[in-house]
């Protein structure tokens, strides 16, 4: 089957889905699906209007019937207006979150919201260029339950950055089985049965990678372009990319835990030989209260490698912690329909909605 795709958008890990799965899920989409698009904004009053007539008219211009969702999470701006100014003309659904949660959670309130056949995710900056949407959904219709971008380079990035990220997938997947991808974006296409998947996932660290790796299905990485951000400036810094880093691996990882129980055992075997060799010394060669640095190299080293393994249990203990309490994911604080909401009880015909 020939693919539509540009010939420069590729897919950029092996294909290894089976056919005959591909095929059965392509005859089951829908001709005429709703796509539901989610958009977390935070602080983005100089895109979120832009982006919103962008999208609408390209999926207009497609004749797909679409709704988009703006996710405003605890926006300072004047995002929230913004989207309202639009709300009477496009198909449109706002969502305010009751503060900031981060945009992890924001998806995961679009997500809820959503009432699409398939759900597109994308920044509000322009970063994920609107324009591959239609390449993605026709890979869904392939049989693809999850069309994901993959960054065609990182050489935006300092090395530090790129070398972190590259330890950071390294320790995650170590001896796994179900290998997170490295360098993916939260750029994607999700088919309806990953949506009603992740809204079972009850966990309170979102990790949405790592989440979506879990849930399996049918899945195809495209290698995509990323842009420079439009308007304003992004609102990750190292803090956040390492909370996320830390959360990621506490809740899909365990050999963080794993590591200090061989390393431990390792240094309790040195220590045990260790000992039996001064016991051999002492009762062959005589030994006159030598060993002062070993002693003192010893005691450090160990103190060392217990505080860090008490705080990686503090990792994971607070993850517990956070689960444990049973609260809400978001509050939300108010939300907004348009009259042209596919599912509003006053929808105009078809036809009907320009
Ligand atoms: N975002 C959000 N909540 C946040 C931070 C960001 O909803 O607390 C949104 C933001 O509006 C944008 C997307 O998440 O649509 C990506 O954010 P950003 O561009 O700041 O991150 P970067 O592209 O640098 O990873
Ligand atoms: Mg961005």
């Known amino acids: 089957m020939k693919t539509d795709l540009p010939s420069w958008l590729s897919p950029a890990v092996k294909d290894t889905e089976p056919r005959f799965i591909l095929q059965a899920r392509a005859a089951e989409r829908p001709a005429d699906p709703l796509v539901s698009v989610l958009i977390p904004a935070f602080n983005e009053q100089g895109n979120v209007g832009s982006m919103l007539e962008t999208l609408h008219q390209l999926l207009g211009g497609l004749g797909l019937r679409?709704?988009?969702?703006?996710?405003?999470?605890?926006?300072?701006?004047?995002t929230v207006e913004r989207v309202l100014e639009l709300v009477d003309r496009l198909p449109l659904t706002l969502v305010q979150l009751s503060r900031n949660f981060g945009k992890e959670v924001a998806l995961s309130a679009g997500i809820a919201e959503a009432r699409g056949d398939l759900a597109v995710l994308l920044?509000?900056?322009?970063?994920?260029?609107?324009?591959?949407?239609?390449?993605f959904i026709a890979q869904w219709r392939r049989g693809y339950d999850m069309v994901?971008?993959?960054?065609?380079?990182?050489?935006?990035?300092?090395?530090?950055?790129?070398?972190?990220?590259?330890?950071?997938?390294?320790?995650?997947?170590?001896?796994?089985?179900?290998?997170?991808?490295?360098?993916?974006?939260?750029?994607?296409?999700l088919d309806r049965c990953m949506l009603d998947a992740l809204k079972?996932?009850?966990?309170?660290?979102?990790?949405?990678?790592?989440?979506?790796?879990?849930?399996?299905?049918?899945?195809?990485?495209?290698?995509?372009?990323?842009?420079?951000?439009?308007?304003?400036?992004?609102?990750?810094?190292?803090?956040?990319?390492?909370?996320?880093?830390?959360?990621?691996?506490?809740?899909?990882?365990?050999?963080?835990?794993?590591?200090?129980?061989?390393?431990?055992?390792?240094?309790?075997?040195?220590?045990?030989?260790?000992?039996?060799?001064?016991?051999?010394?002492?009762?062959?060669?005589?030994?006159?209260?030598?060993?002062?640095?070993?002693?003192?190299?010893?005691?450090?080293?160990?103190?060392?490698?217990?505080?860090?393994?008490?705080?990686i249990l503090g990792e994971y203990i607070g993850r517990i912690f956070t689960e444990v309490k049973q609260r809400p994911h978001y509050f939300v604080a108010r939300v907004t329909r348009s009259p042209h909401h596919p599912h509003h009880p006053h929808h105009p015909p078809a036809g009907g909605a320009e």
Request: with cysteine.
């Open 66 to 78: 679409h709704e988009l969702i703006v996710i405003d999470d605890g926006s300072r701006d004047a």
């Open 123 to 135: 920044d509000c900056d322009f970063q994920h260029p609107p324009e591959l949407i239609p390449s």
């Open 148 to 189: 994901y971008a993959v960054r065609e380079s990182r050489a935006d990035e300092s090395l530090a950055k790129r070398a972190l990220t590259s330890a950071f997938y390294a320790l995650l997947n170590f001896g796994e089985r179900n290998k997170i991808p490295e360098n993916t974006q939260d750029f994607r296409v």
């Open 200 to 311: 079972q996932m009850p966990e309170r660290n979102r990790f949405m990678k790592g989440l979506y790796n879990w849930v399996g299905f049918t899945r195809l990485g495209l290698s995509v372009r990323t842009d420079a951000r439009r308007d304003g400036s992004s609102s990750f810094n190292f803090g956040s990319l390492f909370r996320l880093a830390a959360t990621g691996l506490t809740a899909f990882s365990n050999v963080p835990l794993r590591l200090w129980t061989v390393v431990g055992g390792a240094i309790s075997l040195a220590s045990i030989a260790y000992a039996l060799y001064i016991v051999i010394e002492t009762l062959f060669f005589g030994n006159d209260a030598r060993g002062w640095p070993t002693l003192v190299v010893a005691v450090t080293f160990l103190g060392g490698v217990q505080l860090l393994s008490i705080g």
